[in-house]
């Protein structure tokens, strides 16, 4: 993103399981926020996002850091996984349109991740979490995806917990369609409209 506008980004990679178990991936996210203050970063000068999986994870981390009172800027999620007790209505509307992310491979992600964990631990599952203080939030999905009603839902309860949440749903494009960029306008206008985002929420550096 920082070809088109955003400020320059550090990103992570996302430890499953079964060979790193709950709460592996959270636990990392955390040292990466605590390494990126120790760089000398202030948690108003980071904008934090993810994608899928990675989205639910940095949406569990901004849970975290809203509870610490150390919040980023903001927050963006990309077809966030949310809620794994896949209980959207999206899991069985959207189940012969997306072809990309299958209910299917779902189940098998959620199983890798909980083991036999509770699917509604905020660490897992930020639709369950609390967000005091929030900073803006930024949600995109597509319409026919299975994760749709996760954003719509976490949208929802953003919004409910006094967080200034905006969804961004795309017509006929598939789980995290911004990997497509430079095939398909909708991934470039995603992204440019994150860009965006990222840099109207961050304050300029003292």
Known sequence: MGAIGAPSSVSSGLPLGPEHPLPAAFEDACLVWEALLASGFAPQDISLGGDSAGGG?????????CERGTPPASAFAWSPFTDLTLSSPSFVSNAKRDHFFPVER????????????????????????????????LIQASECEVL???????????NREGVEATLSLTLGAPHVW????????EARQAIS????FI?????PLS
């Open 199 to 203: 840099v109207a929420h961050d304050p």
């Open 106 to 137: 779902a189940r098998d992600l959620t199983q890798m991740i909980l083991g036999d964990a509770d699917p509604k631990q905020p660490q897992v599952s930020p639709l369950f979490a609390s967000f005091p203080e929030g900073p803006p939030v």
């Open 193 to 196: 409209e994150t860009a965006a």
């Open 57 to 65: 994870l940095a949406l569990s981390l901004l849970s975290e850091l």
């Open 178 to 185: 911004h990997m497509f960029d430079g095939f398909f306008p």
């Open 148 to 158: 749709r009603d996760d954003a719509v839902r976490m949208s929802d309860h953003l």
